[in-house]
């Protein structure tokens, strides 16, 4: 499920320890992906500036992140 970012922030302080999937891309412009799960729902979202990330969030970085539409 495709959220706007600040709605993402919200499920990751939903989450204890959120595991996120991350990745910068762009060629013109920076944009970074960030990919997470709750209650067995994916959740992604495209920001144009780095999220905070809670302080417990276990980060994985990968090259990019799709994710079919």
Known sequence: MR???PEFAKILRRNAQ???VYAEVGIF???YQ???SYKGV???TVSREAL???ADT???TARRIWIPA
């Open 58 to 60: 276990e980060l994985v």
């Open 18 to 20: 959120p595991l996120v």
């Open 3 to 5: 959220l706007e970012p």
């Open 52 to 54: 905070p990330l809670p």
């Open 34 to 36: 960030y990919l997470t």
């Open 29 to 31: 412009g920076r944009k």
């Open 42 to 44: 994916a959740f992604f």
